[in-house]
């Protein structure tokens, strides 16, 4: 069954640093891989998206995922850290039949101002 | 706002009790999925149905049952609770359901508390 494993459950990075989460796959190349983001006392919300084809994808508030096949790798990163962007991260894969989403055990970003 | 409503947004209840948590999908969209997040277990996904039938089902234990009306609503009942149970949960749609080729939009879940 696909699944998707996150390295890292918690990670602190400095304001202005590179945020780099990371996510690997575990089997045959999905069809899609999304990264999901989830404030304090909400629900989550859609980071980004890969389709097949698509190498480097873009998402909202400065992420972006970059899907390597060789290293079955989808991580995530943002190039400077902001205090807002503090929040947990999660990976997510469909499993075959594509009728369920199955995520990472997710990664607390903290950023330090 | 994802357009996702769930209700309550909090619950206290006793072991042994039943509780029902009520998902209102956005407008249009004709899936709904079930989610269960714990501090040991994570976000684990319980059930989804597309209008009105089940179409996959996860770790969802025998104590929990699921439906979704004509109107598209859900509702997810868990029975004979155990202090095990306390957990945040979400309920989200989609618009390209039953298959996942997009975007799932998240309410902001029910947090029940066993006692």
């Known amino acids: 069954a696909q699944s998707v494993t996150q390295l890292g459950s918690h990670v602190s990075v400095s304001e202005g640093a590179l945020v780099l989460l990371r996510c690997n796959y575990s089997?045959?190349?999905?069809?899609?891989l999304f990264w999901y983001v989830q404030y304090p006392n909400q629900g989550l919300q859609l980071l980004l998206k890969?389709?097949?084809?698509?190498?480097l994808v873009k998402g909202i508030n400065g992420f972006e995922a970059e899907f390597k096949k060789s290293e079955t790798s989808f991580h995530l990163t943002k190039p400077s850290a902001h205090m807002s962007d503090a929040a947990e991260y999660f990976c997510?894969?469909?499993?075959?039949?594509?009728?369920?989403?199955?995520f990472g055990t997710g990664t607390r970003l903290t950023i330090i101002p | 706002d994802s357009g996702v409503t769930q209700t309550p947004k909090h619950l206290i209840t006793a072991t042994g009790q039943r509780v029902t948590l009520r998902c209102s999908p956005r407008s249009g969209d004709l899936s709904v999925y079930w989610y269960q997040q714990s501090l040991d277990q994570g976000l684990q996904f319980l059930i989804q149905y597309y209008n009105g039938e089940e179409r996959a089902k996860g770790n969802i234990l025998e104590r929990f049952s699921a439906q979704q009306f004509p109107d598209l609503h859900s509702e997810l009942n868990l029975s004979s609770l155990e202090l095990g149970d306390s957990a945040l949960y979400f309920c989200a749609s989609s618009a390209t359901g039953p298959v996942i080729t997009g975007e799932l939009f998240f309410g902001e879940g029910s947090r029940l508390t066993v006692l």
């Open positions: 089997s045959s190349v999905p069809p899609y």
């Open positions: 997510a894969a469909p499993n075959f039949g594509n009728e369920k989403l199955t």
């Open positions: 890969y389709t097949t084809g698509a190498t």
